[in-house]
């Protein structure tokens, strides 16, 4: 897709798609807080949760305020394997996923507010990569 060429409705897919992207992880990051037995993982989990509820948000606006409707739906949740050490593994390969769409969408949506917008919930899943490995090299 190019930029300057997009639609109003291809805008609404792509934040569609993020939207998706982050009920998927508020709902995998609250479940993995509950069956996290260290204190200092789970506790981040849900604090990050609470962001992604944000970005939810911030999303959801910007949906509306194109004329669309935001969609609630979300993939197969995937919530890791192997306690601890493998649901941050699973944490961090999702935060991979937003910053890989986040940069692509950047990309491709020529609206400056959206860009913007966009542009600080990017920088708040780089910050969610670095706090999710962090934690996981405390385990080890």
Known sequence: MEGADIKKS???????QDLTGEIEAILVYMRDSFVTPQCD???????IA???MRHAEILAEL???????PSMLHKEL??????????LKKLI???????????EHIASIPDEKIKKKLTHILHEEEE???EF???????K
């Open 10 to 16: 291809e805008i609404i897919d792509l934040l569609n």
């Open 93 to 103: 390969s999702l935060e991979k996923g937003a910053i890989a769409m986040y940069n």
């Open 50 to 52: 609470k962001d992604e």
């Open 41 to 47: 993982p789970s506790r981040k989990m849900e604090e």
């Open 128 to 130: 969610h990569l670095e």
């Open 133 to 139: 490995t962090e934690q996981l090299r405390a385990l």
């Open 78 to 87: 995937d919530f890791g394997k192997g306690g601890t050490g493998g649901f």
């Open 63 to 69: 949906i509306v305020d194109l004329g669309g409707t």
